[in-house]
């Protein structure tokens, strides 16, 4: 599965409150660190696994409780419409 | 202030010119359309120069419904070209239906038109009574048991199409103890400006007669957000009456609405009648009662069309 930002869903970063937000239509996400990690990688061409295998060369954490976290978050953004797969 | 920038108004606006920089300074640009003047050219356009998102609206799920409710002939049709035309822009896609007691019937049908239609989001919103609906408010009212069906129906469409289509959907104060956060809040998130260069706390504001509101054309819109008197009005917690002045809520809801209190009991700076704690709640109460079978009363704009 790879996801992507729904049409219309775009990862923004707002310089005036120096955070990242996820801006989509009349709403607006702002995702913690953990969550703003996985969606700089979210990039349409990396699939769950290459997201997760990013993730565990980055942080020093068992792949499992990291992948635990990607289909966490993504099925929550995509039941949310914010992403798709 | 925000970071969405929602284009709406009059079709000879620049909204191209007006998108692109828009987008250039960071804002979510969205055009919020009746759909009758989209053309697949202009929305090549406005695709091009960054255009985030568009809403359609609709006003009922059969042409006959919406025809009668929006009293304009062939509006539905056009609309449904507009949907797919935006789709085939590959811009994505809002309906917004606005509901009443003559059209909640119909609100399965209109999540399966958002389907069908190719719509990521609909938005379910009850008409706010101001103005001309305000006028027919007896006929547009909905009972408590059109509400809880209605509620009923949202719940079940959002399990069945999760992850194809989000459903905003939001029950009309008038069957609340609390009111709405409006705006969240009077110039504390969200400006609009008008058509008109009208720098607005909010687009129904200049319902308000005898508000004066700054104009950009004279102004800047720090100065019209920070100085002018009309934002800084109802800012805050200040100018509150009683019950809201040390009311728990008042950091949560602001008091409400001031174009409702307004509408409602002539002073927008009462305590929005949707507050059970307002001594003007009873306005509420009886129009629920009211709710009947009145005719309606069409707009102008709409009768002169027909
Ligand atoms: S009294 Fe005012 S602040 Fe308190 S709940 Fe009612 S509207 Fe909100």
Redesign the interface.
């Known amino acids: 599965m790879i996801p992507h930002f729904a049409p219309g869903v775009r990862l923004h970063h707002d310089k005036a409150r120096a955070r990242w937000v996820v801006m989509a239509p009349e709403r607006m996400f702002i995702p913690d660190e953990t969550a703003l990690e996985v969606l700089h990688l979210v990039d349409g061409a990396r699939d769950l696994d290459a997201i997760i295998d990013a993730l565990v060369a980055k942080f020093a954490a068992p792949r499992d409780a990291i992948a635990a976290d990607v289909h966490a978050m993504v099925e929550d953004l995509t039941n949310r419409g914010a992403l798709q797969a | 202030m925000g970071?969405?920038f929602r284009a709406s108004g009059g079709a000879w606006l620049p909204i191209v010119e007006i998108t692109a920089a828009a987008r250039d300074a960071?804002l979510?640009t969205?055009l919020i359309t009746a759909g009758v003047l989209l053309d697949a050219p202009l929305l090549a356009r406005l695709k091009a120069a960054g255009l985030?998102?568009v809403?359609l609206s609709i006003q009922d799920a059969e042409a006959e419904g919406a025809e009668r409710i929006g009293g304009m002939k062939g509006a539905h049709a056009r609309k449904q070209v507009a949907a797919r035309l935006v789709r085939e822009a590959?811009?994505?896609l809002?309906l917004n239906a606005v509901v009443h007691r003559q059209n909640l019937h119909n609100l399965p049908a209109m999540i399966d038109l958002a389907i069908a239609w190719g719509a990521?989001?609909l938005?379910v919103a009850h008409v706010q009574y101001y103005g001309w609906a305000l006028e027919n408010r007896a006929a547009l009212m909905p009972t408590r048991t059109q509400l809880d069906e209605a509620t009923r129906v949202v719940e079940a469409a959002r399990a069945r199409h999760?992850?194809r289509?989000?459903i905003?959907y939001v029950v009309p104060d008038y069957y609340a103890a609390r009111p709405k956060p409006c705006m969240g809040g009077w110039g504390n998130r969200f400006l609009a400006v008008s058509p008109a260069g009208n720098v607005l706390p909010c687009h129904a504001a200049e319902s308000i007669t005898g508000m004066v509101f700054p104009n950009i054309r004279s102004t800047s819109l720090r100065a019209a957000w920070e100085d002018s008197e009309a934002f800084n009005r109802f800012r805050g917690t200040a100018w509150m009456p009683s019950p809201c002045q040390g009311c728990e809520n008042a950091e949560r809801d602001w008091g409400g609405c001031r174009c409702q209190a307004f509408a409602l009991i002539g002073d927008a700076a009462a305590t929005d009648p949707a507050c059970a704690l307002s001594p003007h709640h009873a306005v509420l109460a009886s129009a629920i009662a009211e709710a009947g079978d009145a005719a309606f009363i069409y707009r102008e704009f709409s009768a002169a069309q027909s």
Do not use: F, I, M, S
């Open positions: 970071r969405c960071g979510y969205n985030d998102h809403q590959g811009l994505p809002t990521a989001r938005e999760k992850g289509l989000v905003d």
